[in-house]
């Protein structure tokens, strides 16, 4: 191990114990345990290297060498002014802005919800609604091998609380703004969002990651956990779109129950390097899982998606669609693992990865696996590397469109069968117009 990443190890480590002494008295007795849990198993994993399978195409020392500073509330002050430009526009409903990890009521705006529905920041459910989130917080995501949850477990202090009770529909998205600013030393903040729906329960959330600042250099620690009951549907979004010098790592737990349908759409714009953790169980009966996302990457950006589907009851369906757009000298990694459990009879389970690279000096890893312990499934996976399909571009051509415009035109399309899967019309919207003046597509 390097000697910086083994100082920043031992830092954190030593930061935890004066983190720990703020918490005492602010009544989240039942929670230092577990932080005490995580901080202890994070000592003993480290930062993982290339020498772990699941992180053998990306290295991490950008991250593990940087040494954060933790980010704290009310350091940087924002009008709703400087936050505008920010936002995806159409988006009509609850909408909470967390600055540096940090809820900000005078950003945000909640407005009405049907009886029962409860938005609000994690830092206050903690303390409003700790039976409920006692019931499910840190229950699902997995400790045991994995650093940056066991960090984001240990210092975690706000982010989105969402609870939806048995039966109830959400129209309006709920929509949740994680805003990191200028800084003088690099800053780490660890948003901890949980979500949980009743019986035939309804919503969408939308998570969107942006910097206010071109140059900042922030690190973004997600674990996101979302609890699915029986019967119910969430279309939740993950938007990354940071400056080109921060840092992200999300990790998304989904638990769902018998009959319950949840869809996962995330787009990766921007960042340095992003590394994308989805990890659904299909613990119920009949449950359905759509995992739909799109990276494009440029520059130097590394782009590292890492998925695994659990199967672990019968009769349950799982889609996974994945494609990249790479450029320059920009890296992504595609691992995506299907386990079929023992009991997990009649699954249903496809998986398709496909990558298209724009220069010599781009690079993709794409790693599909199945691993299945059940003897009645259908299960299938894919993966494409390749570059524009010359016939298409010829075509295209021919009806006289000049070259720039007919590849721009093919990339948009690529990129576009994604970003059609989203039934959310803003966030659609919103990012088709960043497909398109990513490719620098003119629209007459």
């Known amino acids: 191990m390097e000697y910086a990443t083994m100082q920043n190890e031992e830092s954190y480590v030593r930061r935890f114990t004066s983190f720990e002494d703020t918490l005492k008295d602010n009544g989240e007795a039942w929670l230092m345990p577990i932080r005490e849990t995580a901080i202890s198993r994070f000592k003993e994993l480290g930062f993982p290297s290339r020498r772990d399978e699941q992180w053998r195409f990306t290295n991490i020392s950008p991250i593990s060498k940087t040494p954060f500073k933790l980010s704290e509330p009310g350091e940087s002050a924002l009008a709703a002014s400087d936050i505008d430009g920010a936002l995806v526009p159409g988006l009509e409903g609850a909408r909470l802005v967390f600055v540096e990890g940090y809820f900000s009521d005078a950003l945000s705006s909640i407005g009405s919800l049907p009886d029962g529905v409860m938005v609000k920041s994690l830092k206050d459910a903690l303390s409003s609604e700790r039976e409920l989130v006692e019931k499910h917080l840190t229950r699902y995501v997995d400790l045991t091998d994995d650093a940056f949850s066991a960090l984001n477990t240990a210092f975690m202090q706000d982010g989105l609380f969402v609870f939806v009770p048995r039966g109830i529909i959400l129209e309006a998205p709920i929509y949740a703004l994680y805003v990191s600013t200028a800084a003088a030393a690099p800053t780490i903040s660890h948003p901890r969002n949980l979500i949980v729906l009743e019986e035939s329960a309804e919503a969408s959330v939308v998570e969107?990651?942006?910097?206010?600042?071109?140059?900042?250099?922030?690190?973004?620690?997600?674990?996101?956990?979302?609890?699915?009951?029986?019967?119910?549907?969430?279309?939740?979004?993950?938007?990354?779109?940071?400056?080109?010098?921060?840092?992200?790592?999300?990790?998304?737990?989904?638990?769902q129950q018998r009959d319950s349908a949840v869809a996962s759409h995330t787009a990766l714009i921007g960042g340095s390097l992003v590394r994308n953790n989805i990890h659904p169980v299909l613990a119920g009966e009949g449950a359905d899982c759509l995992i739909n996302g799109v990276f494009m990457g440029r520059g130097t950006q590394h782009m590292d998606n890492f998925m695994m589907v659990e199967h672990a009851s019968p009769h349950c369906n799982s889609r996974q669609f994945y494609y990249g757009v790479l450029d320059d000298k920009s890296r992504g990694v595609f691992s995506g693992r299907i386990v079929v459990h023992k009991d997990a009879q009649k699954t249903d389970a496809k998986q398709t990865n496909r990558n298209l690279l724009l220069s010599d000096a781009a690079q993709v890893d794409t790693k599909p696996q199945l691993e299945i312990y059940a003897d009645d499934v259908k299960c299938t996976h894919g993966a494409t590397i390749g570059q524009i399909n010359k016939d298409a571009l010829f075509y295209l051509r021919t009806r006289g469109i000049p070259e720039d415009g007919a590849r721009s035109i093919l990339l948009v399309a690529f990129a576009g069968e994604c970003i059609e899967r989203m039934p959310l019309e803003p966030v659609r919207e919103f990012l088709q117009r960043i497909v398109t003046d990513w490719f620098r597509v003119e629209i007459a």
């Open 208 to 255: 969107d990651y942006v910097s206010l600042d071109s140059g900042g250099v922030h690190f973004s620690n997600v674990v996101t956990e979302l609890v699915a009951g029986e019967n119910s549907t969430l279309n939740h979004y993950l938007l990354e779109r940071e400056n080109d010098s921060s840092f992200n790592v999300s990790t998304f737990r989904i638990e």
